[in-house]
């Protein structure tokens, strides 16, 4: 008298949940996922490609427009990538004014993560909280390069200008009241009960599927595993830092809440730390206007909000640009988990699985 038979529904490309132009395509016994497709490509502009046909300065523009909500730490690891390729120096001052920026840059990141996450659950309040913070960290984007989102805060050799008076003022006040802040998102969210009923033992990832899926972030560390590229293989100024790595082991998306709350914290003491102990100096090394590459091959890997991001450079006797430029997005590697994540499970948890990947599309698709 019933069918049983399964159905398949397409989630997105277009649909506030999937946070930019992903496909989901699911096929469903009742409410049930039984098999689970992401499907991507629609935003591929060829940004490596078009990498390759530009100078070494001029791709550090590029990297803004993959990760949009994380350009600040996408810009580091193409300046240190070249930096490496070129065997060149950075003045310290240059590295701890990179470091506080990139920590600024996850608190950001994170914040809209947290906001737009938990309005996609139901949690609408929190949108408005997390937005307020993150405005702040723009304007001090803003004061110190002009721009609030597509930074190219960095050169390759350093920076473009040193820090803006009253930077240390902008700074401070907003280190005096983020704690503070994270307590509200905390009171909204960390013991509320529907909170809790759609993200605890939702979407779970364990530590060996992660690591044989290539995840890294906040994704690997709630799965119980320790690794931080900032730890590592430090690279800016992180050698000299004092911060500890946040994981959990409950491996849902609970604990991913959990690690990127405790991320932002960690990020306020290393910027406390960058502006206590901010060396003197100049924030330039010493460059030839243009720079040309000899045969060499370099991989340099960051972590970024999401994850390591790796940038893979190939030079070639001579010339002005790339003869190759490959990206690991940690995005695009992040999304392999979401079958794993999602089978088994309900259709109303997928949006939470998306959620806690916390993907930009710019970026997987590039």
């Known amino acids: 008298m019933f069918k049983n038979e399964e159905m398949e529904i397409n989630l997105g490309p277009q649909h506030p949940s999937t946070h930019g132009v992903l496909r989901v395509k699911l096929r469903l016994d009742g409410e049930t996922i039984t098999h689970c497709q992401p499907i991507i490509g629609y935003l591929h502009r060829g940004v490596e490609k078009i990498c390759e046909n530009q100078s070494f300065f001029q791709g550090q523009v590029w990297t803004d427009r993959m990760d949009y909500c994380s350009a600040v730490a996408n810009n580091l690891g193409w300046a240190e990538a070249n930096e490496k390729l070129f065997g060149i120096t950075v003045p310290r001052r240059a590295q701890y004014i990179r470091t506080l920026l990139n920590e ?10 947290l906001g737009t996450h938990a309005m996609d659950i139901g949690a609408l309040t929190v949108f408005l909280y997390a937005f307020r913070e993150r405005e702040d960290v723009l304007d001090i984007n ?12 960095f050169r390759i050799g350093g920076l473009r200008e040193d820090l803006p008076p009253g930077f240390d003022k902008m700074v401070n006040k907003f280190l005096a009241k983020f704690s503070s ?6 009171n909204l969210l960390t013991e509320n009960r529907i909170w809790k009923k759609r993200t605890i033992g939702v979407a779970k990832l364990n530590a060996e599927d992660a690591i044989a899926l290539g995840v890294t972030g906040p994704m690997l ?23 500890e790595v946040p994981t959990r082991t409950e491996a849902d998306t609970y604990a991913r809440y959990l690690v990127r709350m405790a991320e932002m914290r960690q990020s306020a003491r290393i910027i406390q730390q960058c502006m206590d102990g901010m060396p003197e100096g100049p924030v330039m090394a010493k460059l030839p206007k243009i720079l040309r590459s000899e045969v060499n091959e370099v991989y340099h890997a960051t972590e970024s909000p999401k994850g390591e991001i790796g940038y893979y450079l190939v030079g070639e006797k001579g010339s002005l640009n790339p003869y190759r430029f490959h990206v690991r997005a940690p995005g695009f590697i992040n999304l392999q988990s979401l079958p794993k994540m999602a089978q088994g499970g309900l259709i109303a948890d997928v949006v939470a699985a998306i959620g806690s990947l916390d993907i930009v599309l710019g970026e997987i698709d590039r």
């Open 181 to 186: 802040c994270l307590e509200e998102y905390e």
């Open 142 to 153: 803003e004061a110190f390069c002009g721009s609030r989102l597509t930074t190219t805060a």
């Open 104 to 113: 600024f840059n996850r608190i950001a990141s994170h914040l809209i993560w």
């Open 221 to 243: 560390r709630a799965a119980g595993v320790a690794y931080d590229i900032r730890k590592a293989f430090p690279y800016a100024a992180y050698a000299e830092m004092d911060f």
